[in-house]
């Protein structure tokens, strides 16, 4: 490498990215830097036959473009010096001691380090990983190179959204078509780290479940519905979607919900009055609940409920046996089957 | 024949003397033996391993083990459990289901069997003694398929006469065809043989490295040629597109090898995971289906088919089974008495009437054949 030379930006190759790891770069902080004092640190270049090739400082080299600059202060190795793999890791050290990356950037450079520099996985976990303050995990590792593939649009998302390695491993199980349907779907929406979790989770099973599309998915009318009015908010409508996303992820739990709910309904339960069943109707028995402000509603309440054991509807709801029985959904088993089965007489 | 071709074997130097350890070497003759001076150590430095469970179908680990090996089947809470005893002369299965709970409970990457046998035998002789009920049942298929290595090590050969002095059942537990040893052994109807079965594209989608249903029927129908007692269990059934055809033609097929005489239980489990379970195999087997089910958390913490899903799968396969033939004994497995009720009918008041239903099951089997 030569000492400082000032060269022409003319004389640099913009378009040629081979050791560019940028995504979304913020140059408004650099360009007011350089705009009052300067730039301070040359930039890294290598001498092509014709031209030059930047190595490290794209940054810089943009907003002095920008700005009207013509020559640079930079340090140029010969064509003939360091190979490609070891003037990439110099410039991510370099970058690393100014800016550090975002995750994309990350991304971009493990791919180029595996893809385009031909390393080894176990080469890339083992030596480069920490360079990026990542724990050395395959894992790892492929969930940025799988982010290095996607659509610029999800990229963009994945930063501004701050979304995690377990989000960026659901995108990824995604094809590029379902995210880029996603994007518009989840801006609409208000979602933290563990419901954007919960919404990837469910709409990849109801997908895999109706052998249809995430995109189909979201283009169902009933979602389409909420996301189009506009004067429900981004958590109510987030609750409303997920509602829709449950009942098509659990069709039987929703139609025992709504069985169940009928059968309540039927027996007009007074104000304050509310009765649950057990969680995922896992189990007999009902829970009832009630809130009352004065003795008089208690006594209304009290007398309401003594009277409820008797209507029909009731002893429906809390499976009542002899109700049951005369209600199975299910073929019944003759006692020919019953007897024999283990041994036991019923 | 194994399933995966075993890559190294670890030996511990303690382990160096067994004659276990010497039959496995001998099986085994070309695959590279690293010595070890304390297993701890091994399983340390084998961290990170990316799929641990992958990985531990590879690498056998030959030790000893000094703690119980002879335990009650954990079972689960709030559920009607069978009084069955587990065996564990091995953990981790050289098989590899997508459904398989070890995936979530096993933290090291090495199959590992246990050479301190006389250990084991004494450990069970001792359990024996102290006034169990008459005809125990004891299985070794908890930690591992029971018959997975027996083409390098025949653990039943040692464990099938064993048991055929004792007044206890052996139940060996497999999904694979490894029954040659068996055959010409003496059991007394001591040991039962019994199969997982599951409708081929059940098998085939799921439980990889496993025998196909028919190599099972026919392992199953030359076991009970011998005289073996046989015991089939359909868990765990998975709900899917054509499940109903798929168990009910399954059903069939069995009964039209084996006499249902010979059988003398039957199990049914619909498929239930603890929640740590489902990041592990969907991430060792992305195709998976079987978590596209509606599966619910349960009083255990275990998650389950929805109960009208559940009810509706038993019913319908304790219809085809007594279709079969009505003496046919069929039980659920970690099943509430709720859902007892709602299949046959009626249920045991508790697990040790379940447990002493299998005595007078056995007895009456044993006087049978």
Redesign the interface.
């Known amino acids: 490498m030569n000492a400082i030379q000032k060269i022409l930006l003319d004389q640099i190759d913009l378009s040629d990215e081979t050791f560019s790891v940028n995504f979304m770069p913020d140059l408004q902080s650099l360009r007011s830097s350089i705009e009052k004092i300067g730039l301070i640190q040359p930039v890294l270049l290598r001498k092509k036959k014709n031209d030059y090739q930047i190595v490290c400082g794209f940054r810089r080299i943009w907003v002095l473009k920008e700005l009207g600059v013509f020559e640079i202060p930079a340090m140029v190795f010969e064509e003939k010096g360091p190979s490609d793999l070891e003037l990439f890791v110099l410039s991510l050290q370099e970058n690393l001691t100014t800016r550090g990356f975002n995750a994309v950037e990350k991304a971009i450079a493990l791919q180029k380090l595996i893809h385009r520099f031909q390393l080894e996985h176990s080469e890339g976990v083992k030596t480069y990983l920490h360079l990026f303050s990542l724990e050395p995990n395959e894992k790892i590792l492929n969930t940025y190179l799988s982010l290095a593939e996607m659509e610029d649009e999800t990229k963009r998302f994945v930063l501004k959204a701050e979304v995690s390695r377990s989000n960026i491993r659901l995108l990824a199980q995604m094809s590029s078509e379902d995210r880029m349907a996603l994007l518009p779907f989840l801006s609409l929406l208000k979602l933290g780290e563990n419901r954007l979790r919960e919404m990837f989770t469910l709409l990849s099973e109801i997908s895999r479940r109706e052998r249809i599309s995430i995109k189909g998915v979201i283009d169902r009318p009933d979602i389409q519905g909420i996301l189009s009015q506009k004067e429900l908010t981004p958590i109510q409508r987030t609750e409303r979607v997920k509602r829709v996303l449950m009942n098509l992820r659990h069709p039987k739990m929703k139609q025992m919900e709504e069985e169940f709910d009928r059968k309540r309904k039927a027996f007009n339960l007074p104000a304050g009055v509310s009765v649950h069943h057990p969680p995922y109707f896992e189990g007999k028995g009902l829970k009832m609940e009630f809130q009352f402000e004065s003795t008089e509603e208690y006594r209304t309440i009290l007398s309401y409920l003594s009277q409820l054991a008797d209507k029909e509807e009731f002893k429906e709801l809390i499976q009542d046996p002899k109700s049951e029985a005369r209600n199975s959904k299910f073929e019944t088993i003759s006692n020919d089957q019953i007897s024999n089965v283990p041994n036991k007489k019923v | 024949m194994l399933p995966f071709q075993i890559e190294r074997i670890y030996l511990d130097e303690k382990a160096e003397t067994d004659w276990v350890s010497q039959t496995i070497l001998k099986a085994l003759p070309e695959v590279p033996v690293e010595r070890i001076g304390d297993k701890r150590i091994l399983i340390k430095q084998s961290h990170?391993v990316?799929d641990p469970i992958g990985t531990g179908k590879k690498n056998l680990l030959i030790t000893h083990f000094y703690g119980r090996r002879l335990k009650p089947c954990p079972g689960t809470s709030r559920h009607i459990c069978c009084g069955y005893y587990v065996i564990n002369p091995i953990t981790n299965c050289p098989m590899d289901c997508s459904y398989c709970v070890l995936q979530g409970y096993l933290n090291n990457p090495f199959l590992t069997l246990y050479s301190n046998w006389d250990d084991l035998l004494q450990e069970v002789e001792s359990f024996l003694a102290i006034g169990r009920p008459p005809l125990s049942r004891l299985g070794t298929g908890e930690l591992s398929d029971s018959l997975a290595l027996e083409s390098i090590f025949p653990i039943s050969q040692f464990l099938v006469p064993f048991f055929a002095k004792k007044n206890a059942i052996l139940e060996l537990k497999t999904k694979s065809t490894e029954v040659e040893h068996l055959l010409s052994l003496d059991h007394r109807g001591r040991t039962v043989v019994s199969w997982s079965l599951n409708p081929p594209q059940v098998i085939e989608e799921e439980e990889r490295g496993t025998a196909s249903l028919e190599e099972r029927i026919d392992a199953a129908k030359r076991c009970q040629e011998a005289g073996y007692p046989l015991g089939f269990h359909f868990d765990p059934m998975i709900d899917h597109e054509g499940w109903e055809k798929g168990y009910e033609g399954l059903i069939n097929f069995l009964f039209s090898r084996i006499d249902p005489k010979r059988v003398v239980w039957i199990s049914l489990g619909g498929f239930r995971y603890p929640a740590q379970l489902k990041g592990i195999a969907e991430?060792r087997f992305?195709k998976t289906?079987i978590?596209?089910g509606?599966l619910?958390?349960?009083?255990d913490g275990k998650f389950?088919y929805?109960?009208?899903?559940r009810?509706?799968m038993y019913?319908k396969m304790?219809?085809w089974l007594?279709q079969v033939s009505?003496?046919?004994?069929?039980?659920l497995c970690m099943e509430?008495q709720?859902v007892w009720k709602?299949?046959?009918?009626?249920s045991?008041q508790n697990s040790q009437q379940?447990n002493q239903?299998f005595e007078?099951?056995v007895r009456?089997f044993l006087r049978r054949i």
Do not use: H
Request: aromatic residues 16%; charged residues 35%.
């Open positions: 990170p990316p991430e992305p289906r978590f596209l509606e619910f958390p349960g009083g389950r929805f109960k009208t899903i009810v509706e019913r304790v219809k007594k009505p003496d046919l004994f069929v039980y509430s709720e709602e299949v046959f009918g009626w045991p379940l239903l007078e099951r009456e």
